[in-house]
């Protein structure tokens, strides 16, 4: 799909149920990932990026749920849809795991001195990266270093594993129970987020999951009364933000002043999660409005539809390009880049990767899907009510 595709959809208001792609969010998906990336090269200037991960699972939920409720109404569509992400997913995800593998390998059987511990690596063949940080105090360095961003599908997919079960469970509930259900998260994230603060599990951001699920199941309320939710999403959004900001100077001071790091805390996450429920609350409502034109703006979007293949190549590139920048050019006789030049080489490498693995895999992949959706017969419904 082009960026000029991507953005073809009219701005006509959708019919209740059906599908529809938002083009608003898919920009959004796009800057949050340049952010994510600029964040991995530069830590130090933008360490409160990871914020910006909750945004994506949020973004997930309210999109995958919406898939849910229309198609999971018993254990035949479970098992579709689980087939359905296995064929999304995995392909991509699991090249991904053995190239990084076979990098891990390559690189003990030539090293003198560290060498990585392979035993844990059949875990990201099951989605269960981390998942040891629910029971113990570990360290991540049971992983190879260029492998640590791939915990964020994990959690991802587990989240989807429990989301249409549950979904299946309480469909003949009344709302309000599936209301109590979701909002039950909360509080209990929050708590977790407060006794064992790392990022890695998937008890740190089953609120944004959560509120993300519970936005897609009232999303057409919210939309009827656009006028009075409006107000209110703009209201928690400055709240999170409030929230967040004293984090970021903070960290800003620590690192200037002592050259102290911060990273990932558990109150400012819960700000986090404020802002990227509100603000992704007010995209999905406010489709076509003159004030998100920005996010419609072609490669931002574009950006966004290739975001699961440069979510995946990103971060090993943005490992080694320190190491193997300086060596090359010392190879080749030449000074030392400069940082900037340094960082747009990477960007540039991570963008032509990703727009490989996105055009002779991914979207022939999705293509095929879309293809074998539209060769299933649909009864036919009268047009008179």
Sequence with gaps: MSASEATAPARSAPVRGEAV???????????GAMVVIVGHINYHNLFWAWVFMDMFFVVSSLLITRIVLRQVTSAKGLIAFWGRRIERIWPLYLLTVWALLLLALAINGVSTGRQFDLSLFWRFFTFSQFSDFLFDSVSDENYPYFTGHLWSLSVEEQFYILLP??????????????MTVLLAAVPFAVWQRAMHPYTVVITSHIDAFALGSLMAIGIEWMQDHRRQVNPALWLGFFVGLLWFLPYVIEGY????????????EAWPATAGILMAVCWIGLLAINRGASWLR??????????GVISYALY?????IVRFMPKLAPALAAKLGLPPLPGVLEAAVTLTICFLLAHLLYRFIDQGLQTRRAGAARA?????KSSHP
């Design 21 to 31: 792609r938002f083009i608003e969010i898919d920009g959004m998906r796009g800057l």
């Design 165 to 178: 079960v549950l979904i299946l469970l309480l469909r003949h509930t009344p709302r309000l129970v599936w």
């Design 253 to 264: 001071h620590a690192w200037f002043v002592n050259g102290e790091e911060r990273h990932y």
């Design 294 to 303: 920005l996010l419609c703006w072609p490669p931002l979007v574009y950006t």
């Design 312 to 316: 995946l190549v990103h971060y090993p």
């Design 376 to 380: 299933v017969p649909v009864p036919h």
